[in-house]
């Protein structure tokens, strides 16, 4: 029955969420244009408040879980493990107030409306995998702009995405890399609990449907004082501790 419901309902969801990209694309281009910065991410956000309401047409439930006092005075690093595209509107929305920067694959910056406009213009990181020196100056600017305005960043160590949400081993690269010119930055590891489920039956069509899934921030660690390899451990050991036993095996 869900997969029937799956079937019916994904056509809606396409069709909610295309039209709310199509929709924010001019919003965000006259909210930069009349606004700067300060209008184009207010955009950017009700956008992905928006985006987030999408998945309650598939009878999705999200729980955002964050009864951390973080600092809005300091640049934080976000670590969370990555289980599906869908992950990022709710961490824009939920982590709207830190400023939170993504770092994207440059091909993303073309064609999409509405997300391609805000990885050109919103401040974040766009990185040419096949061309490393590119991503080094691409993740140091993000670090300066990060410690020019108090900015955070949202960083998905396991590299790729996990489609059974098993996880899979953090990697040091970028997150050394902006610690390096950010050294006051705190760590906040994220748990994504679930949204591997949206790929239950397929990569694009059908999505799952009627699903539980959570986004739990977990306690900060301060790195100062510690190697990168050390804090980068703490926090994969703190995601897979959140997680489900069946989700704690690396791949």
């Not at 991410?41 to 598939?58: C, G, H, P, R």
């Not at 005075?73 to 509107?89: G, W």
């Not at 410690?147 to 949202?154: A, E, F, L, Q, R």
């Amino acid at each position: 029955m869900k997969k029937i419901a799956a079937y019916i309902l994904t056509p809606i969801h396409y069709l909610y969420f295309g039209l709310l990209l199509i929709i924010f694309h001019p919003i965000q281009w006259l909210a930069l244009k009349i606004g700067g910065y300060s209008a184009h991410k207010k955009s950017v956000d009700i956008l992905n408040f928006f985006l987030v309401t999408t998945y309650y047409v598939l009878g999705d439930r999200i729980d955002f879980i964050n009864n951390q006092p973080l600092p809005i005075d300091r640049p934080i690093i976000f670590i969370a493990n990555h289980q599906a595209m869908y992950d990022i509107p709710p961490l824009i929305w939920f982590l709207r107030k830190y400023h939170a920067k993504f770092i994207s694959k440059i091909e993303l910056t073309k064609g999409i409306p509405s997300i391609s406009f805000n990885l050109k213009y919103g401040g974040g990181a766009n990185i040419d995998r096949k061309d490393s020196k590119q991503s080094i100056a691409e993740i140091l600017k993000l670090a300066k702009r990060m410690k020019d305005n108090c900015w955070s960043t949202v960083i998905f160590p396991e590299g790729t995405r996990s489609r059974t949400g098993e996880l899979k081993t953090f990697a040091v690269g970028g997150i050394a890399t902006i610690l390096k010119k950010v050294p006051e930055a705190l760590i906040v590891p994220i748990a994504i609990n679930g949204s591997w489920k949206f790929h239950r039956y397929s990569s694009s069509f059908p999505l799952g449907v009627f699903e539980k899934m959570t986004w739990t921030v977990l306690n900060p660690i301060e790195p100062s004082g510690k190697a990168i390899e050390e804090v980068i451990a703490e926090a994969e050991e703190a995601v897979r501790a959140a997680l489900p036993a069946g989700q704690k095996t690396s791949i």
